[in-house]
C-alpha cells in the first residue's frame, strides 16, 4: 500500500496540508534539507497527539519544539549526538507521554534514519529505518516495539495541537 494511502487509513484525512512550506523554511533556516517524507507527513498531518500517547511536530510546532528540548537533550552526556538547530544536530520531531524523544538522524545521502531515547529504558534505539517507511509501519503494528502501545482501531483520534 501507498505510504500516504496508509496514514490516510491510519490518521484520517490530512489535518495541516498547508504547513509544508513552514517546515521547508525551518530547515532552511536551519541549514539542512529535510527527508521528504517527513516534510509530506508531518507537513500534512503534524502537530498532532495521536491517540493521546505520540506527539508529532509539524511545520508550526517544530521549530518552538526544538528549541524547548534542544538545550535540554544536549546537556547530558547520554545523548550520542547534537539537536538541530545545532549544525550537523539530529532533528527532534517528536515525543511520546512517556518522555520517549524520537530523532531523525542524517546519514548522508538524503538518508535520515529513526532513532529514540526511550526514557524508561535510559537508552537509545536505532532503528535503522528512514521516517516515511518507519511511521506508517509502527502505527500500523507492524514493527515489533515493546515501547509503543497496542494502538486502537484506525483512523485514530488525533488531538491537535496549536
Same mark, same amino acid.
Given at each position: 500500500?501507498?505510504?500516504?494511502?496508509?496514514?490516510?487509513?491510519?490518521?484520517?484525512?490530512?489535518?495541516? +496540508?498547508? #504547513?509544508?512550506? *513552514? &517546515?521547508?523554511?525551518?530547515?532552511?533556516?536551519? !541549514?539542512?534539507?529535510?527527508?521528504?517524507?517527513?516534510?509530506?507527513?508531518?507537513?500534512?498531518?503534524?502537530?498532532?497527539?495521536?491517540?493521546?500517547?505520540?506527539?508529532?511536530?509539524?511545520?508550526?510546532?517544530?521549530?518552538?519544539?526544538?528549541?524547548l528540548m534542544a538545550a535540554r537533550m544536549e546537556e547530558p552526556s547520554t545523548v550520542?549526538?547534537?539537536?538541530? +538547530?545545532? #549544525?550537523?544536530? *539530529? &532533528?527532534?520531531?517528536?515525543?511520546?507521554?512517556? !518522555?520517549?524523544?524520537?530523532?531523525l538522524v542524517d546519514r548522508g545521502g538524503g538518508r535520515w534514519t529513526a532513532l529514540?531515547?526511550?526514557?524508561?529504558?535510559?537508552?537509545?534505539?536505532?532503528?535503522?529505518?528512514?521516517?516515511?517507511?518507519?511511521?506508517?509501519?509502527?502505527?500500523?503494528?507492524?514493527?515489533?516495539?515493546?515501547?509503543?502501545?497496542?494502538?486502537?482501531?484506525?483512523?485514530?483520534?488525533?488531538?491537535?495541537?496549536?
Amino acid at each position: 500500500m501507498h505510504q500516504g494511502a496508509e496514514l490516510v487509513r491510519l490518521l484520517g484525512q490530512p489535518s495541516r +496540508p498547508d #504547513s509544508k512550506a *513552514a &517546515l521547508e523554511e525551518v530547515a532552511a533556516d536551519w !541549514g539542512v534539507t529535510f527527508p521528504r517524507h517527513f516534510v509530506g507527513i508531518a507537513g500534512s498531518f503534524g502537530d498532532v497527539v495521536v491517540c493521546e500517547y505520540l506527539l508529532l511536530c509539524g511545520g508550526p510546532g517544530l521549530r518552538g519544539y526544538a528549541h524547548l528540548m534542544a538545550a535540554r537533550m544536549e546537556e547530558p552526556s547520554t545523548v550520542p549526538c547534537k539537536v538541530l +538547530p545545532s #549544525s550537523g544536530g *539530529a &532533528l527532534l520531531w517528536e515525543n511520546t507521554v512517556e !518522555g520517549d524523544q524520537l530523532f531523525l538522524v542524517d546519514r548522508g545521502g538524503g538518508r535520515w534514519t529513526a532513532l529514540a531515547f526511550r526514557r524508561n529504558w535510559h537508552d537509545w534505539h536505532d532503528m535503522d529505518m528512514e521516517f516515511g517507511e518507519w511511521l506508517p509501519r509502527v502505527l500500523a503494528g507492524e514493527v515489533e516495539t515493546d515501547w509503543m502501545p497496542e494502538w486502537s482501531a484506525p483512523p485514530y483520534e488525533l488531538e491537535t495541537v496549536d
